[in-house]
């Protein structure tokens, strides 16, 4: 069973401070990893896309890929109450790089 | 650009009542497409996808169809709704060809079955 983990949180971080989201990953041959962000009864979002390890920065987001522990990570500096949101954590599946396995999501709470 | 349409954006049906969603997809060819359902607090589930007309893929075995008639339209279809497909049904797109490239979601369809 290919799988893709986050916690549940809520996570609650103030304004301003640093919110880290983590995801782990059981596919060993999965590829590309994309964050999504998925407010309150709305569709996803893209946020981010990482393939290589290491980081990749996109304004206050930043995508930290480690294949080799399965960690894939999403920092959001200067966070923001519009931040507040669920995101999900996605990669490839190694039977069909078509499809995405997604994972539960993690609420981020970012509090004024 | 790219744009992607769904609709309706809300739907109450009783059970046993048929379906059908549809999904467009503008500004681009031969997109690879998919159904994705998502219960209340719960992760995206893929349900179907397809890589070219005529050509679907499923994923979970259920009472939910889809097809492709043309390129760029995508559409779910059930002869008998259940208490169980209730959610939030989202279309996607992504370019064809490539493992590496995001998925894009239309604004969805929150389906409630009473």
């Known amino acids: 069973q290919k799988e893709v983990e986050q916690n549940s949180g809520p996570l609650s971080v103030p304004e301003g401070a640093i919110a880290s989201l983590n995801c782990t990953y059981s596919d060993r041959g999965s590829q590309s990893f994309f964050w999504y962000r998925q407010y309150s009864g709305k569709s996803p979002e893209l946020i981010m896309f990482i393939y290589s390890n290491g980081d990749k920065e996109d304004g206050r987001f930043t995508a930290q890929l480690n294949k080799a522990s399965q960690y894939v990570s999403l920092l959001i500096r200067d966070s923001q109450p519009s931040d507040s949101a669920t995101y999900l954590c996605a990669v490839t599946a190694q039977d069909s790089s078509y499809k995405l396995i997604f994972g539960s999501g993690t609420r981020l709470l970012v509090r004024p | 650009s790219q744009t992607i349409h769904q609709w309706p954006a809300t739907l109450v049906q009783p059970v046993g009542s048929p379906l059908s969603l549809e999904c467009t997809v503008e500004?681009?060819?031969?997109?690879?497409l998919y159904w994705y359902r998502q219960a209340a607090g719960r992760g995206l589930q893929l349900l179907f996808y397809?890589?070219?007309?005529?050509?679907i893929s499923s994923e979970v075995p259920q009472n939910l169809s889809a097809s492709r008639p043309q390129d760029r339209q995508f559409i779910l279809s059930s002869k008998k709704l259940l208490l169980s497909d209730s959610g939030f049904y989202l279309c996607?797109?992504?370019?064809?060809?490539?493992?590496?490239?995001?998925?894009?979601f239309g604004d969805g369809t929150r389906l409630s079955i009473l």
């Open positions: 996607a797109w992504k370019i064809s060809g490539t493992g590496d490239q995001p998925q894009h």
């Open positions: 397809s890589v070219g007309i005529g050509q």
């Open positions: 500004g681009t060819s031969n997109p690879n």
